[in-house]
């Protein structure tokens, strides 16, 4: 079976092209390069002793999307090309709208038109905006506070609204939570071209040297320590989550949201303090001022994931650390050398 996977030079994309490949699926790969890397394909075919067929094109062009179909007979297309930077959005929203809406929307019309209606979405815990009640569960009220997560939200009515028009297609949404991680080769990880806005990658690069010291975005929300709590989930664990939805929607018809998440939340402090325990580093920091738009916890219920795609993650906060560092120090310029 072939799976289209947009977006599979990113980050998350190139983790599940491995796990894909390694589960028996043949990989097509569509992406612009815009935040992805040529190199981060040969690493997954490195890896995996495996090769990916890939096409440098966007996913609004909807020509080179046909040739893509006419060329390949693709089963199913895990979607993850868009962007996804939330500050960056909030000052470039229609950039965001125009990428993540019609790219998603060109997607659709092209797979209607070869008749292929399973798709496995990359959507994101923005979606709950500031959800009161822990942890959060898929069927919590809906409502993105930046035009990132409203791209996701919108995307996800967008998908609800087919399925409804036509019940023979199938679609995971996947809620991810806190990626953050690296694959155990270190070959492959996470690349940021600017300075990180997320915590991991910022720790790390404070480790190797490229950063000063960490910002500790406050220290008095409502937490054990008054630092912010997330749920950090492996990106192997997340890539093999994904293998798991595109096998629901081979057996299943629906449109259905789950969460990708360990169900665990680890606060700033705790997390830093495991990146120096695990890997015997310092990392210096500084409390700062709250960032605008943070919530003081958010951590996911992943009991539907259990239950209908047979998925929970496996890896712990120390794995986390132990391969984003391994991933930073191997690689302290990203793919760029
Ligand atoms: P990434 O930027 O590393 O990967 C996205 C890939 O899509 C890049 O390789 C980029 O070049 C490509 N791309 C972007 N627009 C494209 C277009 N129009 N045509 C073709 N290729 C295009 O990001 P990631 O961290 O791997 O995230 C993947 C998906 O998961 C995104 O949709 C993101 O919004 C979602 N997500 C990510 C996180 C996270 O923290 N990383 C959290 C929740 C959801
Ligand atoms: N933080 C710092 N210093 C930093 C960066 C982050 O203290 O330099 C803190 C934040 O205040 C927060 C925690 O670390 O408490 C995690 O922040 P991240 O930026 O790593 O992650 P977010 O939870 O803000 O956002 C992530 C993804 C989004 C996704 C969202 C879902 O980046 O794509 O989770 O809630 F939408």
């Known amino acids: 079976m072939s799976i289209l996977i947009t977006g599979g030079a990113g980050y998350i994309g190139s983790h599940t092209c491995v796990e894909m490949l390694a589960a028996g699926y043949e990989v097509v790969v569509i992406d612009n390069l815009s935040n992805g890397s040529k190199l981060a394909i040969e690493r997954v075919e490195q890896i995996t002793g495996k090769s990916v067929r890939f096409y440098n094109a966007d996913v609004r062009n909807k020509e080179a999307l046909c040739r893509i179909f006419e060329e390949n007979s693709i089963d199913a297309v895990v979607h993850f090309a868009g962007y996804k930077a939330i500050g960056e959005s909030v000052k470039e929203p229609l950039m965001y709208y125009e990428n993540n809406i019609v790219n998603t929307l060109t997607l659709l019309e092209v797979m209607r038109e070869f008749g292929v209606k399973k798709m496995v979405f990359s959507s994101s815990a923005s979606v709950y905006g500031k959800s009161e009640a822990m942890p959060v569960s898929e069927d919590a009220p809906l409502c993105a506070i930046s035009p990132y997560g409203r791209t996701k939200l919108f995307i996800e009515e967008m998908l609800r609204d087919l399925y409804a028009s036509d019940n023979s297609w199938c679609m995971a949404l996947l809620r991810y939570f806190n990626p953050v991680g690296a694959h155990q080769s270190g070959m492959i990880g996470e690349a940021p071209k600017e300075i990180p806005n997320n915590l991991m990658p910022y720790i790390s690069q404070v480790a190797v040297g490229k950063l000063e010291h960490l910002n500790v975005f406050g220290n008095d929300y409502n937490t054990s320590d008054g630092t912010g ?96 560092w391994n991933w930073q120090k191997n690689n302290p310029d990203g793919y760029e050398k």
Not at 233 to 239: G, N, P, R, S
Not at 276 to 281: F, L, S, Y
Request: glycine residues 8%; hydrophobic residues 35%.
């Open 229 to 324: 709590s997330r749920d950090y989930i492996h990106v192997v664990d997340l890539a093999k989550g994904h293998v798991k939805a595109v096998e629901w929607t081979m057996s299943e018809s629906g449109c259905e949201a789950f969460n990708l998440g360990t169900g665990k939340g680890t606060t700033v402090m705790e997390l830093r303090d495991a990146f120096v325990r695990t890997n015997g580093v310092d990392i210096p920091y500084v409390v700062t001022s709250r960032r605008p738009g943070d919530c003081d916890v958010l951590y996911a219920c992943a009991d539907k994931a259990r239950s209908e795609l047979n998925w929970q993650a496996q890896l712990s906060i120390e794995d986390m650390c132990r391969d984003t």
